[in-house]
């Protein structure tokens, strides 16, 4: 794995929402989200990794305020064109540079995570923050790849997992203080892997503090 260099995520944004499949994967996991959770008009969300706001605006008009979150000031500025655009007034973001140790502030009644966890070198510590950052019974939906063979990628600068057993990760939230852990197929990304088409398969856990 080349995860001892950074991946230029400032560099893609200005592109990111191009790739149609990317597009879909976000409307999967949101859709998927909104169905495992009970959203209320009233819930603060935190949206880790939040990249260009894919799942963030999908969830906006669903919840009272959302947070998005990452690590990449390209991608945060992209979410904040569109949020100003839009005119909301309850999606707000942070800068949080995750490998220095940084974390997020707020409390929140859920924290969402679309396709980052294999970019974070140490998950455990992830877990510890999300379980610190949500309020009583709050609950945590994550999405990211199964495992794979490191072809999902072309190239695998800034990876730190070839995808997860999903047992490890359960165990892992059990560990930590979750309960109620649930993890489900959540979607199915075709890509061209040496001029073969080939199935890598998206997971959503969720889980209760």
């Not at 230029?8 to 169905?35: S, Y």
């Not at 839009?86 to 929140?108: C, H, M, P």
């Not at 070198?121 to 923050?129: A, E, L």
Request: proline content about 1%.
């Amino acid at each position: 794995m080349n995860s001892n260099e950074q991946r230029d995520f400032d560099k893609e944004a200005t592109q990111w929402d191009e790739n149609p499949g990317r597009l879909k994967l976000a409307h999967d996991v949101t859709e998927l989200i909104m169905k495992t959770t009970n959203l209320e008009k009233n819930i603060s969300v935190l949206d880790f990794g939040c990249g260009t706001g894919l799942v963030t605006l999908l969830l906006q008009p669903h919840v009272g305020s959302i947070t998005g979150v990452d690590s990449s000031k390209g991608m945060l500025g992209v979410l904040e064109d569109k949020v100003k655009k839009r005119k909301l007034t309850n999606v707000s973001t942070q800068f949080i540079d995750f490998e220095k140790g940084e974390r997020a502030v707020g409390q929140y009644d859920l924290i969402v995570s679309n396709m980052t966890l294999h970019h974070v070198s140490d998950i455990r510590i992830i877990f510890s923050q999300w379980y610190d950052l949500l309020k009583p019974r709050g609950r945590i939906c994550f999405s990211d790849l199964d495992s794979e063979d490191g072809s999902f990628h072309a190239d695998n600068i800034g990876v730190f997992h070839y995808g997860f057993r999903r047992s490890d990760l359960k165990e892992l939230v059990q560990a930590i203080g979750f309960y109620d852990i649930y993890d489900t197929m959540a979607a199915t990304i075709m890509k061209s892997v040496e001029g073969k088409q080939k199935a890598f398969s998206v997971f959503l856990i969720s889980a209760t503090k």
